[in-house]
């Protein structure tokens, strides 16, 4: 039986991507659809371009922690 919902289906992955202050406050969260962690990383580091308060991206998955990228 049908009840009308409707299921998302897609190749690509989810993430989470966290820009975290000096004093470890997410100041800006982001969900990001890619179907890489090479598209993931860039996004990342145009956030970290758009955030100037933001020390580092916190790139999440499935509840794991996948990756940080630090300012330089």
Do not use: I, N, P
């Not at 659809?33 to 933001?54: C, F, G, I, T």
């Amino acid at each position: 039986m049908d009840d009308g919902a409707a299921t998302l289906e897609s190749s690509e992955d989810f993430y989470t991507l966290l820009c975290v202050r000096a004093d470890g406050v997410a100041s800006f969260v982001d969900v990001y659809a890619a179907d890489d962690l090479a598209m993931v990383r860039s996004h990342a580091a145009a956030l970290l371009r758009e955030h100037l308060s933001s020390r580092k991206v916190e790139v999440w998955r499935d509840g794991a922690l996948v990756e940080e990228l630090d300012r330089a």
